[in-house]
């Protein structure tokens, strides 16, 4: 048999190596670990493998799965995961690296199951993922490879002799789009009960005879797949009865609880400090300028209301902090909008509200460098209520508010159209990405992230500056305003998940509303 692979790309011969205990590159997970693993290795594995199927769904985002460009988009991906890319394995691979590889694919794809069992969402993201990656590995595998895999896991797929073929051969080409006869009689078909292959049944793939499908070779891979797919949604439903129980060891609790808001690249935690040239009177016109919806939206209802909630706070002190206001002019700012209200004068406002300013400074407290909230925090963690302005619009807001909106602002309709869609797919950060395209006239495509970097790219287009270039340096903007780009921190993957951040959960309960 010939399965050749799709990508043109022929794969090692791993099966022909010695790895007794994980002898395959590719693995259906179906034994749990049992070794012991520190606190540390088990973080550390959680967040690479976050941070594999979070490349994994931007390439499939915005391309069609199995198509060239999804391929180059993958490759591109792997290229930029260097650190993490025990999922490939290349001839250059010494045998004796290959199975410390393969237990970390294990173990990460278990340590994930942890987390993602949770809720219907999260375990359709995780299932959805962890299915394109499984692909992407599987079509990278030669004939050899993958007959072994199917045998070591028990798919015994076996081919319809080739004088079936023969008599069958019009009612396979015509059940084909591309296929002709001489195509058919060169590749192997495999009978399977058609509820295996309901996608290829949907995209009418296969022909259907007493109840089974007759599917080609090069859609092995849909079999496969169905197979994993049935397995995986099984196990993720008996970790979620699990997952209870080890959550009281605490220490995982709040691992787990955080992974799957898990964000991966700058913190902006350097917060452009005490030099920092953005003053709280540049906040009025730095906000209609560059801030994302989500800090727009806050703006705004600071502005009408003088006064917001502790989320909005939280979310909004440390987004200003991140763009290099400083402790001094936060306050100044702070004190000066929420003075506005009747009910609050410049004492009351000390008394109930500085500290905290102060807390997110790390000036208090733990004294704790709190970073500003990511996307993917404020997309999944505390969904705004009625008085709340924070959130991200994209996500927590009416559709048809941001449509008007982007009316009011004649954006282009393809682009509001394109914005609407992502919205509807709930692909909120390409909605953002599509609306900072239109309010920036621009079609440069950004990896968007994070509040802090859409001010940060709104701020380079705007000045007419590349990031790198303006980076440590005072640069004037067209309104006179004075920023001082400070690069970033590298991303600080510990933080994220094992405790500064979520001491902001602690601090809920010491403020009030
Ligand atoms: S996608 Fe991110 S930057 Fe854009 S509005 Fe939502 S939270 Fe803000």
């Known amino acids: 048999m010939d399965f050749t692979p799709k990508t043109g790309k022929s794969a090692p011969t791993i099966s022909s190596r010695r790895c007794e205990e994980y002898p395959h590159v590719l693995q259906f997970y179906k034994k749990p670990p049992s070794e012991d693993v520190t606190l540390h290795e088990f973080e550390d594995l959680a967040v690479q493998r976050v941070k594999v199927l979070k490349a994994v769904d931007s390439v499939g985002i915005r391309n069609i799965k199995g198509s060239k460009e999804y391929d180059e ?15 490939v394995e290349k001839t250059s691979i010494k045998p004796a690296d290959l199975s410390a590889r393969r237990r970390k694919d294990h173990l990460s794809h278990f340590i994930l199951r942890l987390a993602y069992c949770k809720s219907d969402e999260l375990r359709r ?26 045998e070591k896991n028990g ?56 109840g089974y499908a007759y599917v080609p070779q090069d859609e092995l891979v849909v079999i496969v797949l169905a197979s994993f797919r049935e397995h995986l949604s099984h196990a993720l439903a008996i970790t979620s009865r699990a997952v209870p129980a080890m959550e ?26 005490a030099n920092s040239a953005v003053t709280a009177d540049m906040i009025n016109g730095l906000s209609k300028q560059s801030f994302p919806p989500c800090m727009q939206n806050l703006h705004r209802g600071l502005k009408e209301e003088h006064h917001l909630k502790h989320w909005g706070r939280l979310q909004y002190g440390l987004f200003l902090k991140g763009i290099g206001l400083s402790l ?40 704790a460098d709190y970073t500003p909230f990511s996307c ?36 282009p309709k393809d682009k509001q159209t394109k914005v609407m869609e992502y919205i509807k797919g709930s692909h909120y950060q390409l909605a953002c990405r599509e609306y900072f395209k239109a309010a920036h006239k621009t ?71």
């Open 155 to 210: 798919l015994d797929y076996q081919p319809i002799p080739h004088e079936d073929r023969g008599k069958m051969r019009d009612k396979l080409k015509d059940a084909s789009f591309k296929m002709t006869s001489p195509d058919v009689l060169q590749r192997e078909y495999y009978k399977v009960p058609f509820m295996e292959v309901l996608e290829l049944v949907r995209g009418r793939k296969v022909y259907l005879e007493g």
């Open 376 to 411: 993917i925090k404020i997309i999944t963690t505390n969904a705004p209520g009625v008085g709340h302005y924070h959130g991200c619009p994209f996500r927590h807001s009416d559709a048809d508010l941001i449509e008007q909106k982007m009316n009011k602002m004649s954006f």
């Open 125 to 150: 993201w995780f299932i959805q993922q962890e299915l394109d990656l499984f692909r992407y590995r599987f079509l990278r595998e030669n004939s050899a490879s993958i007959l072994d895999f199917l």
């Open 73 to 87: 988009a993958m490759e591109k991906e792997i290229k930029k995961l260097r650190d993490v890319d025990w999922f």
């Open 248 to 273: 009281e060891d605490g220490r995982l609790l709040k691992l787990l609880k955080n992974i799957h808001s898990l964000y991966l690249g700058n913190d902006y935690s350097t917060a452009k400090k």
């Open 443 to 513: 079609e440069e495509e950004i990896d968007l992230m994070h509040p802090n970097q859409y001010y940060e790219e709104s701020q380079r287009l705007i000045n007419g500056a590349s990031a790198g270039e303006t980076d440590n340096k005072t640069q004037t903007e067209p309104r006179g305003v004075k920023i001082i780009k400070v690069k970033s921190t590298n991303p600080n993957f510990d933080d994220s998940i094992t405790g500064e951040n979520m001491d902001e959960l602690e601090l809920a309960s010491m403020e009030t509303d």
């Open 328 to 367: 001094e002019e936060a306050l100044r700012f702070w004190k000066s909008e929420f003075t506005k209200a009747a009910d609050m004068d410049g004492e009351k406002f000390d008394r109930q509200h500085s500290y905290n300013i102060r807390y997110n400074y790390g000036k208090e407290g733990k004294r």
